[in-house]
T-cell receptor, first 113, second 110 residues
Framework: AQSVTQLGSHVSVSEGALVLLRCNYSSSVPPYLFWYVQYPNQGLQLLLKYTSAATLVKGINGFEAEFKKSETSFHLTKPSAHMSDAAEYFC???????????FGQGTELSVKP | DADVTQTPRNRITKTGKRIMLECSQTKGHDRMYWYRQDPGLGLRLIYYSFDVKDINKGEISDGYSVSRQAQAKFSLSLESAIPNQTALYFCATGRTGELFFGEGSRLTVL
């Protein structure tokens, strides 16, 4: 069985500050891990993915995430927030045996000027 | 054109009515999915299909049915809509976990 927990339903940062969105997973098999972003009134778009290669994964728009097996975590970071980063972010877990993804509850990121 | 197209984008209906949400994709993937999004609950899987002859229930399939008419088409039906099925519904397609989503169908059941 697989599950994902995102810590914090709302995160607010100032423009230029570090963004840190937390995700912990549970998986009985080696996980594939994903971060998706949802802008208002749009569907989800893939930010980045971990599929058992490098543990530090770089994605689009300056985001990156580090897979830490010992902590069962896959936190999303960006060194300097931009106003355009305001959106909802979803962490998801899957595996290499099928395409079904289990999503976390989502974290809404606000960026203050 | 979008890779994954959902119709309708918005629908208001009444309790007890039958509703169909349609999805088509041009990505050429075999796997298609229907998710439901509710505030604070993230996305929950309703049904998924790995090919035309393979349909599987997800976490919350009660009250829903699906039809895979072709590799590119996957529709979701609510046989008798109820108010707690008010939500944003997403269709997706993909392989090995990387999914491509439609823009969503917002359903309101009064």
């Amino acid at each position: 069985a697989q599950s994902v927990t995102q810590l914090g339903s709302h995160v607010s940062v100032s423009e230029g500050a570090l963004v840190l969105l937390r995700c912990n997973y549970s998986s009985s098999v080696p996980p594939y891990l994903f971060w998706y972003v949802q802008y208002p009134n749009q569907g989800l778009q893939l930010l980045l993915k971990y599929t058992s290669a490098a543990t530090l994964v770089k994605g689009i728009n300056g985001f990156e995430a580090e897979f830490k097996k010992s902590e069962t975590s896959f936190h999303l970071t960006k060194p300097s927030a931009h106003m355009s980063d305001a959106a909802e972010y979803f962490c998801a877990v899957g595996n290499n045996q099928g395409g079904k993804l289990i999503f976390g509850q989502g974290t809404e990121l606000s960026v203050k000027p | 054109d979008a890779d994954v197209t959902q119709t309708p984008r918005n629908r208001i209906t009444k309790t007890g009515k039958r509703i169909m949400l349609e999805c088509s994709q041009t990505k050429g993937h075999d796997r298609m999915y229907w998710y439901r999004q509710d505030p604070g609950l993230g996305l929950r899987l309703i049904y998924y299909s790995f090919d035309v002859k393979d349909i599987n229930k997800g976490e919350i399939s009660d009250g829903y049915s699906v039809s895979r008419q072709a590799q590119a088409k996957f529709s979701l039906s609510l046989e008798s809509a109820i108010p707690n099925q008010t939500a944003l519904y997403f269709c997706a397609t993909g392989r090995t976990g990387e999914l491509f989503f439609g823009e969503g169908s917002r359903l309101t059941v009064l």
